[in-house]
């Protein structure tokens, strides 16, 4: 038999007695049996099953609202899962994943935080790090020509005269990370988000970007007047 156990105060109302305190609030247990009625007796089978009906209704509601009560809140914001414990997880970038290019599945999770790549020519060029987590890396310096970082998570990350060429950079999360003087020629920046992030010096030429994109990168004040003629910002 399955019991749900709700609590719920009750109070006294009676006439106010003068020279009496008032009566505390009593706490009392609703308790409800969640167990099917045993029906033996045929001239009762309607009302009982009846109740049975009513009983299933009731413990599943209060089950429902135990279980919604218990469950954490899920906030509003991103959850990114706990910091890999592989000690070779920063190399996972030179292989990257194979599969899930443009939708951002992968077979195995690449979590390059906090690493640092700082000035890498040759081991990022062409790699495929669809969805990777970059938050708080390195990447100053580096060559990542022609990378394919679709659906990548990279806020705060650091990419000071990162070479973009060529690259895929579709729906990226680059929220206040440090873009001065990245070079996006001819890459692809659809649905990419740039909220906060330090653009000066970033080179734009050839860049491939949607009309509603390009209306939210044109608001990033850091961006300079060669880069905001070559985008067409008004």
Known sequence: MQTVTLPRTGFHVGPKRHGLPTPKP???????GCSAVDDRTTSKENLLSSLNDLKKVACGVLVAMAVNSA???VAATQRLPPLSTDPNRCEQAFVGNTIGQA????DKPIDLRFCDYTNEKSNLKGKSLAAALMSEAKFD?????????SKAYA???S???????????????FGKANLQGAVFRN???????????QLEDAVFEDTIIGYIDLQK?????????DGRAVLGCR
């Not at 009593?26 to 409800?32: A, G, K």
């Not at 005269?161 to 895929?168: E, M, P």
């Open 217 to 225: 990168l044109c608001v990033n004040k850091t961006i300079n007047e």
């Open 159 to 173: 990419f000071k005269g990162t070479d973009f060429s060529n690259a895929v950079l579709d729906r990226v999360n």
């Open 26 to 32: 009593r706490s009392r247990l609703i308790r409800i």
């Open 187 to 197: 890459s692809v920046l659809s649905g990419s988000t740039f909220v906060d992030a």
């Open 71 to 73: 469950s954490p809140v």
């Open 141 to 149: 310096g580096a060559d990542m020509s022609e990378v394919v970082m």
């Open 155 to 157: 806020v705060g990350a």
């Open 103 to 106: 939708n951002g599945v992968y």
